[in-house]
């Protein structure tokens, strides 16, 4: 493939990203802040935002295994999840911490569960969307071109 | 040598307990132009005013922005203790939250705080601040010499000592 179909590769799949929803403006604004003097900024952030949530993920698994659950515990969580997620604008995952901690609040072990199982689902597709998309810049710089803005 | 600093950036002192936030918060300020010191918590943030060994400022902070939600000391606990200091509380004070729940944007608005940003923050917010560091620019140059002459004689010599010709 060469330059140009891989840029235009590039935009449409980052595109589609935000079309689906996975993304949001907050990614837009991590790329905006991304510069020569820092050229790997939204690849740290977004690594930092795979190590955080891969231990919040292991942590609330294991808050609603035991025998009397501490809904306050699993808040605390789900809200750094929630925050994390947003500030890098990985908007599904967001949207489905918001209603995560709606289950917490009402105590509701079978609602929790189920958004574990969702979270969990949308964490492991916006993290191989987002892998894929840096493996598509990094063809693009290989190749001696600038990532469309 | 001892001159007076030159205030060519804003120094600002972030502080929240998440990395990430820590890490955006102070690209978005580097970005604009500022010196950042960035801190996980409210207790750091005393310790690196100085507020801990009840002296005068050790350095110069001209803004702080901080998380709300943090365990131990909250940004409110944080705000407030600023605004009781006499030393500092004339430093402006920003709170940013990620929940928008208008009793605690209140609350703080009302402490004392300067604003109150909702995250994920952007530049426009950041934008912001600068109105709240050039109205006080003034003042902090005033407070410095008065405080330097009463608390620092050695410094105050020194400088006259580099000033005499001869």
Redesign the interface.
């Known amino acids: 493939m060469d330059l140009v179909q891989l840029q235009r590769q590039f935009v449409d799949y980052r595109t589609s990203l935000y079309h689906e929803g996975f993304l949001d403006e ?1 990614f837009t ?2 790329q ?2 991304q ?1 020569e003097n ?1 050229p790997d ?1 939204v690849v ?2 977004v690594s ?2 795979f190590e ?1 949530s891969e231990r919040l993920l292991n942590e609330l698994a294991r808050a609603l295994e035991q025998q009397s659950i501490d809904y306050k515990r699993i808040d605390a969580h789900v ?2 999840l ?3 997620s ?4 990985a908007q599904r995952v967001q949207k489905v911490c918001i209603a995560f901690r709606n289950y917490c609040e009402e105590q509701n072990v079978e609602g929790c569960l189920n958004c574990l199982q969702q979270v969990r689902h949308e964490y492991s597709l916006v993290k191989t969307k987002l892998e894929s998309l840096f493996q598509l810049e990094q063809q693009i710089l290989t190749a001696g071109g600038s990532i469309p803005m | 040598m001892v001159m007076a600093a030159s205030e060519t950036k804003f120094h600002v002192l972030a502080v929240d307990d ?4 820590r ?2 918060i102070e ?2 300020l580097k ?1 604009s132009s500022y010196q950042v010191t960035a801190v996980d918590s409210g207790t750091k943030a005393l310790e690196f005013l100085g507020l801990h060994n009840n002296d005068h400022q050790d350095v110069e902070v001209n803004l702080i922005i901080t998380d709300y ?1 943090m365990p131990g000391m909250t940004g409110y606990d944080l705000l407030r203790k600023i605004k009781e200091s006499s030393s500092f509380k004339d430093i402006p004070v920003v709170i940013m939250s ?1 929940d928008n729940i208008p009793s605690r944007i209140n609350r703080c608005l009302e402490g004392g705080a300067e604003e109150f940003f909702l ?2 923050v ?2 426009s917010d950041v934008n912001k601040l600068r109105p709240h560091l050039m109205k006080r620019t003034q003042t902090n140059v005033n407070k410095r010499k008065a405080m330097d002459e009463i608390v620092s004689p050695d410094r105050t010599r020194a400088r006259y000592n580099e000033l005499e010709v001869n």
């Open positions: 907050q604004q991590l905006e802040l510069d820092n900024f740290e952030v930092l935002f955080d809200h750094q929630k925050g994390s947003s500030s890098i604008g | 998440t990395l990430i936030d890490k955006l690209k978005l970005t939600c990620s995250k994920p952007q530049l």
